[in-house]
C-alpha cells in the first residue's frame, strides 16, 4: 500500500535549534507538497516542487524556511533557527498532477513542538 | 485573500441525522472539487470529488451539491455516525495546479 512518509513524526526541540523534517513521496509522483497546519491558520501551503523543481515557496517564511528535494524520493524542510511561533503540524502530500482532477495523498504529519 | 471559504467552522449533529457544510469559491477558472477528510492525529484524505460540468454527486452516504452559477458546493453527510466525527475541508483546483483549501469544518456527531 502506497503512501507518503514523513519523519519525525514528533519533534519537541528549543527555540533556536535547527530542525529538519523529511518526506518519502509516493514512488512516480510527480509534485510534492509541503503543508502548515494550525488550530488559527488551517491548512497552509508552504511550498510545492514539480519534478524536483519548486515552483511555489510563497507561503515560506524566507528567512527562517527553506524546502528542498535533492532527489526524486526525499524531500526537505528545515527550519533555522526555530521560534515557538512554528509549533505545528508540517504534513508532505504528493500527487500525480496531469491536467485537472488530481488526488493528493498526505502524510500523517511531523508534529513539531517549539519551546 | 482567502479564495476558497468554507462555513461552519464547527457543527454538532446527532447520531442520524444530516450534516451540511457549504463552500463558496471566487476564482472561476477552478475546474475540480474536492473534499477531504481528516480524523485526530492522521493527515487529511480524498474523500469525494466533483467537476463542475455536474450538479450532484453521491457516494454511499455523501453527496456533493454544486451550483456554477452561485460558486458554490457543498457536503451533506446523511445518516451521520460517530465514525464521521472528524474535520472536513473543501479545495479547489484549476488544472495542474496547487489545490486550495477552505479552512475545514470540524463536526462532531453525538451518539
Known amino acids: 500500500d502506497a503512501r507518503v512518509t514523513q519523519t519525525p513524526r514528533h519533534k519537541v526541540t528549543e527555540m533556536g535549534q535547527e530542525v529538519t523534517m523529511r518526506c518519502q513521496p509516493i514512488?512516480?509522483?510527480?509534485?510534492v507538497f509541503w503543508y502548515r497546519q494550525t488550530m488559527m491558520q488551517g491548512l497552509e501551503l508552504l511550498a510545492y516542487?514539480?519534478?524536483?523543481?519548486?515552483?511555489?515557496d510563497s507561503g515560506m517564511p524566507k528567512d527562517r524556511f527553506s524546502a528542498e528535494m535533492p532527489d526524486a524520493t526525499l524531500a526537505t524542510l528545515k527550519i533555522q533557527p526555530s521560534e515557538p511561533r512554528d509549533s505545528a503540524v508540517y504534513f508532505c502530500?504528493?500527487?500525480?498532477?496531469?491536467?485537472?482532477?488530481?488526488?493528493?495523498?498526505f502524510g500523517e504529519g511531523s508534529w513539531l513542538t517549539v519551546v | 485573500q482567502q479564495q476558497v471559504k468554507q462555513s461552519p467552522q464547527s457543527l454538532i449533529v446527532q447520531k442520524g441525522g444530516i450534516s451540511i457544510i457549504n463552500c463558496a469559491y471566487e476564482n472561476t477558472a477552478f475546474d475540480y472539487f474536492p473534499w477531504y477528510q481528516q480524523f485526530p492525529g492522521k493527515g487529511p484524505a480524498l474523500l469525494i470529488a466533483?467537476?463542475?460540468?455536474?450538479s450532484e454527486k453521491k457516494e454511499g452516504r455523501f453527496t456533493i451539491s454544486f451550483n456554477k452559477s452561485a460558486k458554490q458546493f457543498s457536503l451533506h453527510i446523511m445518516d451521520s455516525q460517530p465514525g464521521d466525527s472528524a474535520t472536513y475541508f473543501c479545495a479547489a483546483e484549476a488544472a495542474g495546479n496547487k489545490l486550495t483549501f477552505g479552512g475545514g469544518t470540524r463536526v462532531l456527531v453525538k451518539p
Open positions: 466533483i467537476r463542475p460540468d455536474v
Open positions: 514512488l512516480g509522483h510527480n509534485t
Open positions: 502530500a504528493s500527487g500525480l498532477v496531469q491536467n485537472s482532477g488530481n488526488t493528493i495523498y
Open positions: 516542487f514539480r519534478n524536483r523543481a519548486p515552483l511555489d
